[in-house]
């Protein structure tokens, strides 16, 4: 169960489909489940919904999709039946609403300002060398060479197992300069050893295999699976339009 809980301005939420698949019904129910219950959802704060297009058979159709925080999802899950599916998913969003809590303290800690700035310290000192090559590899023949920026980014980003750099734990933040620093200096070197473009990405990718298996890294992935579901929904959820009551 990944991308169950999601965080916008520092709030965090869930979503009607998402208590819906979760619970193994269909949204239909849990629709009417909260609008049952309105009156007694709306004490936990405001009830939000947004209208969403879908394709039917009859062409385009649009359904209310609610946006729930904790204690609506809370309140509106224990309305429903224990089955297995249910006190599963229970559990789960259970865990990831406290690992978003958690994350939130977190970023609004100077230890988190301070690694985050770093970071971006050594993200402008990598953006220098990732320009350079990018002419370096036109020089080369690339046509596809204004892509360079995103390709390292992404390969630095997948190492780490983040998408979003503002959505970083300290300790994944720690290491993303690290593993950027990797990068700035074997990007360098390449060019100046006059490397093909091409070996110069492969001998960074071997160089950020090599830090990932030395640092454990896949071991801190798993430890912190609830902080990372904030890398995979931190993006979409900033993009939600203004919710309606």
């Known amino acids: 169960m990944n991308d169950l809980v999601m965080i916008k301005s520092d709030e965090v939420y869930t979503t009607s489909e998402i208590i819906a698949e979760g619970a193994n019904v269909d949204h239909r129910s849990t629709y009417l489940l909260i609008e049952k219950y309105k009156v007694e959802l ?15 058979n009859g062409g ?3 359904k209310k999709l609610y946006y729930l925080n904790e204690e609506q999802a809370t309140f509106l899950i224990s ?3 224990n089955t297995k599916p249910v006190v599963a998913f229970k559990k789960e969003l259970v865990r990831q609403f406290f690992a978003m809590r958690k ?8 230890q988190w300002q301070i690694a985050r700035q ?40 997948r ?18 300069s690290l593993l950027e620093n990797i990068l700035l200096h074997v990007v360098e070197d390449g ?53 309606r009551t």
């Open 191 to 243: 060019m100046q050893q006059e490397l093909p473009y091409k070996q110069i990405y492969t001998l960074c990718k071997n160089h950020m295999n090599q830090f990932a298996s030395i640092a454990y890294l896949s071991d801190i992935r798993i430890k912190e699976k609830g902080v990372h579901l904030l890398q995979q929904t931190h993006a979409r959820a900033e993009n939600v339009p203004c919710f």
């Open 42 to 56: 709306k004490e936990f704060g405001r009830v939000s919904f947004e209208m969403i297009p879908f394709e039917t």
């Open 103 to 110: 994350f939130i303290m977190e970023r609004q800690s100077a």
């Open 79 to 81: 309305l429903m039946k």
């Open 60 to 62: 385009i159709q649009n």
């Open 159 to 176: 190492t780490l197992g983040i998408r979003n750099r503002d959505t970083a734990t300290v300790q994944q933040l720690n290491f993303l």
């Open 118 to 157: 770093q970071s971006k310290l050594t993200r402008s000192a990598e953006t220098d060398i990732l320009q350079q090559l990018v002419e370096y590899a036109k020089r080369q023949g690339s046509r596809n060479a204004d892509k360079l920026y995103m390709v390292y980014t992404k390969l630095v980003n």
